[in-house]
């Protein structure tokens, strides 16, 4: 090897591991935000109003089911680790938060968590 393929592989080895670290701790920051956001949830007044925020706070990584109409719809979000399970240093670990919508008024939110062991 030459010098600049083995400065290439020294650096991928360094950038590597620092991303990698990165998307976990962001991943798990996403994850505690939207934990945050439904313990407010569940505390607002007016849960609503407090929904359409999250709304414009998370935009189009809140989903809105195809399915919607008047009487039901949902919307989700998820937040996973899959980098880090594709390169099998981790397990795949997943969590999906739904809110759903009874006749147009917010009914119920969950969350749902799920790990598939390596």
Not at 15 to 27: E, F, G, M, R
Not at 72 to 98: G, K, Q, W
Request: charged letters at 20%; a neutral charge; hydrophobic letters at 40%.
């Amino acid at each position: 090897m030459n010098g600049p393929t083995i400065a290439a592989v020294m650096i991928a080895f360094i950038l590597l591991p620092a991303i990698l670290v990165i998307h976990s701790i962001s991943t798990e920051r996403r994850a505690s935000e939207i934990i945050a956001d439904l313990k407010t949830l569940s505390a607002a007044e007016d849960r609503q109003q407090y929904f359409e925020s999250l709304q414009q706070k998370y935009g189009g990584r809140l989903k809105k089911s195809p399915d919607c109409n008047f009487e039901y719809c949902f919307y989700e979000i998820t937040v996973n680790n899959r980098p880090l399970a594709i390169l099998h240093l981790a397990d795949s670990v997943e969590m999906i938060t739904t809110f759903q919508f009874l006749r147009g008024s917010l009914w119920l939110s969950m969350t749902e968590y799920r790990v598939h062991p390596r």
